[in-house]
């Protein structure tokens, strides 16, 4: 199944697993909605949408991978297991034991990330938060070279770029 009803499941699921978490000062659905947006900016399928609401569901609250494929598919399901970041001592062990997960996954896994990337990078310069943006151009050289496939999502790498290059604030 896809289409508008697809994404609108999905919200509903990842909303009621999300609860009260927060995204900094914002509820969690904020930072949900920004990466929903930026999938729509580049003109993204609904499948990724769907995928998007849920990329952080299985990371950050109980939601098993096994009920999103239950309940959204298993190509809904696949993504978000791509984008689910694997166990580790701190961010850096998570990212790298991460990034060749994803590297494999294919383009609407990359899509994702990339659009999640995004949309908390637009958030630390909205924010002012110069500490996190620092934070993302630190990781950038590695993230790109990890997951850049020429030709592929060349306007949201351009973006990304663009906005790495900006003072954070």
Avoid at 41 to 55: E, I, K, P, T
């Amino acid at each position: 199944m896809t289409g508008p009803d697809l994404v609108e499941r999905a919200r509903r699921l990842a909303l009621a697993a999300h609860g009260d978490q927060r995204y900094g000062r914002d509820p969690y659905r904020v930072h949900l909605e920004q990466v929903d947006a930026v999938l729509m900016r580049f003109a993204h399928d609904d499948v990724m949408r769907a995928a998007a609401w849920l990329h952080d569901a299985v990371e950050d609250t109980d939601l098993t991978l096994e009920q999103v494929e239950a309940e959204m598919g298993a190509e809904v399901a696949g993504i978000v297991a791509a984008v689910t970041d694997e166990p580790g001592a701190n961010r850096k062990a998570r990212k790298a034991a991460t990034l060749p997960k994803l590297a494999a996954a294919g383009t609407a896994a990359r899509a994702v990330k990339l659009a999640d990337r995004i949309a908390n990078v637009e958030a630390t310069i909205a924010h002012g938060r110069g500490d996190l943006h620092a934070m993302y151009c630190g990781e950038h050289a590695a993230f790109r070279a990890a997951l850049h496939v020429p030709g592929e999502l060349d306007p949201q790498w351009a973006h990304l770029d663009r906005l790495l290059a900006q003072p954070g604030s």
